[in-house]
């Protein structure tokens, strides 16, 4: 029997099915696979796990457990379902209603464009950690930090605009390049284990963390600010080639590595580092630099070369966040729910030019506001703060879907699936919680608390307003 309910997955499909038509169909799997480690592997929440000391293995493997792969999971489920341009945001839509698609869709566009801010800190930082002392200067000069968020979002932009033909090759360089620097990170070690300088090195001891807040705080920081991201590549779904299996294929594969991946680099990390004493900001360059000097002049000269490469990461990250990113608008503006002004595609690349335009301006604006007043180290914390917690209220949809999505969509999987999504929706749930308790010193707890709050809830305020007031101007029989 045809419901409301049930005609909106069938309406949305046919809607995006006409308008994914005009788009190019660049991603194979192999580009998938690369670009779920990418976005996967965040060089800073190495650091959040080595702040956990020697249960960092313990930590990472509940992580796994409870967390990464119900994700994977669920993703996979939703984007079999509903292989749709725009990912969670349309899955949102579709389970539940257009008002909570919209706030999906606000919440994944903040993260992207909060995170992309982050450009100038991360890259003055690699810079220091790649020259040495005689340039640390540069990472608290706020000449040079503006300078090089305006070069960096400008290029971001400029890659987007030329579309996926060019920027899937920058997200494959950024992959290979992680996970190379991420391999001679595991192996510094082993190395010095085998010169006789390193006495013992167990990279896979478990130990069992104290139940305290702080420890409970940096399990949720880095289980879901490390682990999130499998649904990104789903926005790219219109412009993927076969993306119901390829997208399922391609997260599977990415699970091991990035396993791998996260526990050798942390237990590496510690052999040079101190919870204490390690960079938020830069933790694998700090040990880079560290272990390369263990062997002297002539192995240190390695050092600048493989921090620079894991700098990559960032900016190729960044060019595909930024990329996916300018999709939301375009198709939030295909549903109505933003002015047909961000759907406009360049004639040849066939990218969401003026969605693009609007959000380098913004990106350009959180920037400049984000290195205003205080510290490196609490500043990058903070926008990494606001950048999880607006990703993990979307998460929590994501999670809800699989639970309590209306029966007639055919959206709700077997037990064992369901299980993992309450999984996934509590330890996010955690997360969000916890997430206004830093992990590092700050000047004043109580305002770092505070305005956390304030940006989260004023931000998504502001969307609802928003969307309200557009509501009033959106054609009859509009999907509600």
Known sequence: MATVAGTRLT????????????LRKELGIRDLLLAQILVVVVPEFFGTAVKAGPAHVFLWLMAFLFFFIPQAFVVGHLNRLMPLEGGLYEWARIAFSDWIGFLVAWNLWLTCTVQVSQTALLTTTYITYAAGPKVEWIASNQKILIATSLVSIAGM?????????????????????????????????????????LGEYHP????????????????????????????????????????????????????PIIALL?????????????PENVDIIGPIPQALRIGFGSFGAGAAVVAPVVILLLLTNYLCTYVLLFSANARLPMVAGWDSML???????????????????????????????????????????????????????????????PLVSPKELGLRPGLWLRLAAGSGFIVTLL????????????????????????????????????????SQKRPSGHLS
């Open 204 to 255: 896979a001891r478990l130990v069992l963390p104290p139940l305290t807040l702080f420890s409970l705080s940096v399990f949720a920081k880095m289980t879901f600010g490390a682990l999130s991201g499998f649904d990104t590549v789903t926005i790219f779904a219109g412009e993927s080639r076969s993306p119901a299996r390829n997208i399922a294929r391609a997260t599977l594969m990415a699970i």
């Open 339 to 401: 002015p047909n002004w961000f759907t406009k595609l360049h004639v040849r690349y066939k990218t969401p030019v003026n969605s693009i335009l609007f959000m380098g301006g913004v990106a350009i604006a959180a920037s400049m506001a984000a290195l205003l007043g205080v510290g490196n180290q609490e500043a990058f914390a903070m926008l990494q703060i606001w950048t999880w917690t607006f990703y993990g209220l979307a998460y929590l949809v994501m999670f809800l879907i």
């Open 431 to 470: 997360f969000v919680v916890l997430c206004v308790f830093p992990i590092i010193p700050v000047a004043n707890v109580t305002a770092y608390t505070l305005k956390t709050v304030f940006v989260v809830v004023v931000a998504n305020a502001f969307a609802l307003v928003l969307y309200f007031l557009s």
């Open 262 to 274: 996260y526990i050798t680099g942390t237990s590496s990390i510690l052999t040079f580092v101190s």
């Open 11 to 22: 309406a949305v499909r046919e809607r995006d099915l006409g308008h994914s038509a005009e």
């Open 157 to 197: 932009m400029l890659v987007a605009r030329l579309g996926l033909r060019l920027g899937k090759w920058i997200s494959n360089a950024g992959s290979i390049f992680t996970v190379l620097v991420i391999t001679v990170l595991a192996a510094l070690p082993f190395a010095l284990l085998w010169r006789g300088t």
